[in-house]
C-alpha cells in the first residue's frame, strides 16, 4: 500500500498562493507519475494536474492552466504543487495519488493515495 502525505494547505485570500507538497512514506517516487486532485463539497473529484515519472511530462487542467505549476524535487523525494492567482472556486480538498504508468486523469489507475490536505479560498 502506497502511503503518500500532502501538506501546506490552508485558509489565503482571492490572489494568493499556497505550495502544496506531496511526499512517500517508504518508497520513492522516482518510479511514479504523480497527480494532484481536488473536490469541493457536493462535487466530483477532478483532475488538477499531473507530471511523468521523469518530469518531462505535465498536465494541467483549463481552469488552472497558468496559474498552478507542478514540479518535483527527486532528491527530497516530493512533488510539489505551486498554486497563484488563487480564486474562490479553487476550495478544495486536494490529494495527491501515485501511479506507475503515465500521467492521467483516470483515477483508478493510481495506486496510492494521500489523505488530501484542505485548501479554502476567502476574503
Known amino acids: 500500500q502506497l502511503q503518500l502525505v500532502e501538506s501546506g494547505g490552508g485558509l489565503v485570500q482571492p490572489g494568493g498562493s499556497l505550495r502544496l507538497s506531496c511526499t512517500a512514506s517508504?518508497?520513492?517516487?522516482?518510479?511514479?507519475?504523480i497527480g494532484w486532485f481536488r473536490q469541493a463539497p457536493g462535487k466530483e473529484r477532478e483532475g488538477v494536474s499531473c507530471?511523468?515519472?521523469?518530469?518531462?511530462?505535465?498536465n494541467y487542467a483549463n481552469s488552472v492552466k497558468g496559474r498552478f505549476t507542478i514540479s518535483r524535487d527527486y532528491a527530497k523525494n516530493t512533488v510539489y504543487l505551486q498554486m497563484n492567482s488563487l480564486k474562490p472556486e479553487d476550495t478544495a480538498v486536494y490529494y495527491c495519488?501515485?501511479?506507475?504508468?503515465?500521467?492521467?486523469?483516470?483515477?483508478?489507475?493510481?495506486?496510492?493515495w494521500g489523505q488530501g490536505t484542505q485548501v479554502t479560498v476567502s476574503s
Open positions: 495519488a501515485a501511479n506507475r504508468l503515465y500521467c492521467t486523469w483516470q483515477g483508478e489507475i493510481y495506486d496510492g
Open positions: 517508504g518508497f520513492t517516487l522516482d518510479d511514479y507519475s
Open positions: 507530471i511523468s515519472r521523469r518530469g518531462g511530462i505535465t
